[in-house]
């Protein structure tokens, strides 16, 4: 061996150390921007064919109690957040005043009717019998009216609407039969006596205290609850002004606010999971009735002042989200429902395996999460 070859330097193991962890750094960042790629690709894709939001808000009709009379409440017969039925009695103004004001125009038609030799008694029943149904007939198109808008939002369902219709058409038949009788007894009066001003302002102030004595007890609209009141006995109750806030249960649906790239493969009929707050680990099923096709967005010039310019632009600019209508089926989540909770909402566009099972599994981890919200 000669002595050069003796003398030649061996490589340095730092060298080589150096070159295997740049390696590895190098592997690692490839892998790292591999996995964000993968996921930001996810992302686009899963936004459209499954979007989600955390934007859910569960909405029903409030409606304020509202008395028609004025009076002392004579009885609160409800406690605030109890559930309740459609037509149960929530509060009794005094009806004292209003009896007298009925006895008092039973003895003014009567007094009219005598005077012309006549039986006031059949009148007065059939005046009662009408009254009666044109507040059943008020009170259905009021109803109707409201089924036949969450209809149209997609709601409550057709057949729904067909059952309104024809509670709506009975209350006419039975106003119709009613207002029939009451012409009969009238022609018992005679041509004079159904054409007589005396009678006919009798019979006019007799409805008004009928209707009135009536209202002296205050109903519920529908199924719901009765909340924000805070009432006792003694507490004079003045017309149109409210006494309590009442909550249908009838009606609820869930509207979610989902960004505008989220909306295209969107449509009616989509099926839906959602989560709520008030029931963590718990996933419910709905599916989606409607979208909305506009929203204020704070643009809306003023005549005499020139138009507002957005300065929100770019590719990262801020996104507009619009909202959606979620149905519920009345059983569905019955008890959680509480006006103004929050919702996780995610819907499944399609029927691809491999998105719906990680939106499946998304949502249900969503729901856990709800623990430490």
Do not use: C
Not at 153 to 159: E, I, K, L, N, P
Not at 167 to 187: F, G, P
Not at 293 to 318: F, I, M
Not at 323 to 347: C, F, K, M, N, W
């Amino acid at each position: 061996m000669s002595d050069e070859e003796k003398t030649a330097p061996e490589p340095s193991p730092q060298a080589g150390d150096g070159a295997n962890e740049q390696s590895k750094i190098r592997r690692i960042t490839n892998l790292i921007l591999g996995v964000v790629l993968v996921l930001f690709l996810f992302h686009l894709i899963a936004d459209r064919l499954i979007p989600s939001t955390d934007l859910g808000r569960v909405r029903a009709f409030v409606v304020p109690i509202t008395p028609q009379v004025s009076g002392e409440l004579q009885a609160i017969k409800i406690e605030p957040n109890t559930p309740l039925k459609q037509g149960e009695v929530l509060a009794v103004i005094n009806p004292k005043d209003y009896e007298i004001a009925l006895q008092q125009a039973e003895q003014n038609l009567k007094q009219a009717g005598q005077s012309l030799g006549v039986q006031t008694a059949n009148v007065s029943a059939a005046q009662a019998k009408v009254t009666n149904a044109e507040a059943n007939l008020q009170n259905a198109r009021v109803q109707s009216r409201r089924v036949f808008a969450m209809v149209e939002r997609g709601v409550m369902s057709q057949a729904d609407a067909d059952n309104a219709r024809a509670a709506l058409t009975s209350a006419e038949a039975t106003l119709a039969s009613a207002k029939a009788d009451l012409a009969k007894a009238r022609e018992r009066l005679g041509m004079e006596g159904e054409n007589n001003t005396q009678v006919r302002s009798a019979l006019l102030a007799l409805e008004q205290a009928q209707l009135n004595l009536s209202r002296t007890q205050i109903v519920a609209p529908s199924d719901g609850v009765a909340s924000n009141f805070r009432l006792k006995e003694g507490v004079y109750a003045n017309a149109g002004q409210p006494l309590m806030t009442f909550i249908s249960s009838d009606e609820v649906w869930i509207e979610a606010y989902f960004r505008e790239n989220s909306l295209g493969n969107m449509k009616p009929g989509d099926r839906v999971e959602f989560t709520l707050d008030y029931a963590p680990g718990r996933v419910f099923q709905g599916r989606l009735g409607s979208i909305d096709l506009g929203v204020d967005w704070g643009q809306n010039e003023q005549v005499g002042r020139l138009a507002q310019v957005s300065s929100d632009t770019g590719w990262l600019r801020q996104s507009q989200r619009f909202p959606v209508t979620i149905v519920l089926e009345p059983s569905e989540a019955y008890g959680y429902r509480r006006v103004g909770g929050q919702a996780d909402v995610i819907v499944y566009t399609g029927d691809g395996m491999l998105l719906n099972g990680l939106g499946w599994l998304w949502i249900r981890l969503a729901s856990w999460a709800s623990y430490v919200r």
